[in-house]
């Protein structure tokens, strides 16, 4: 397996574990007063998708064939499963008439109907993918120029 295969592969577990988490937290935090803001960032894929794009474009730029189009790559599979694991989640909670975060936080999206929700949250793929290689180019180029710092340089 190479190594962005598995980095990859552990950001999505790590993914669909914080999508399963977001799916029951807001049962299990709002009973304790949790304010939704709070719980919704607890579980956030969101966060988890921003975690993976430092990973992804940092262990690029250091690796020695690194490439930032690779990386960028890697990162818009990562977010496109994101979205996935998002759009399942808005989904499965509407057909369920379960109380959940993927209701969006402090109902912002309540009155939106499901698939339309879900919907614009598979147009939100794209724009996170893009926006995420656009924010991943300087943590690359940063990681690339360290990669050429502790190089030993040749005469």
Excluded at 18 to 35: D, E, F, I
Excluded at 38 to 57: C, N, R
Aim: aromatic content about 10%; overall charge positive; proline content about 3%.
């Amino acid at each position: 397996m190479s190594k962005n295969l598995r980095v990859f592969s552990i950001l999505a577990a790590v993914a669909l574990a914080v999508a399963v988490l977001r799916y029951y937290m807001k049962g299990l935090l709002q009973p304790l007063g949790v304010s939704d803001f709070a719980g919704s960032f607890v579980a956030s894929v969101t966060i988890v998708t921003l975690v993976g794009l430092v990973i992804i474009f940092a262990k690029e730029g250091r690796a020695a064939e690194g490439a930032y189009w690779r990386a960028a790559s890697w990162f818009a599979a990562f977010a496109l499963w994101c979205q996935a694991l998002i759009i399942a989640g808005i989904l499965i909670a509407a057909r369920t008439g379960t109380a959940t975060y993927y209701d969006e936080m402090n109902g912002k999206h309540m009155s939106l109907p499901p698939l339309t929700h879900a919907f614009q949250h598979s147009i939100a793929a794209v724009v996170v993918a893009v926006v995420g290689m656009i924010l991943g180019a300087p943590v690359y180029f940063l990681a690339k120029r360290g990669r050429h710092a502790s190089e030993p340089q040749s005469k």
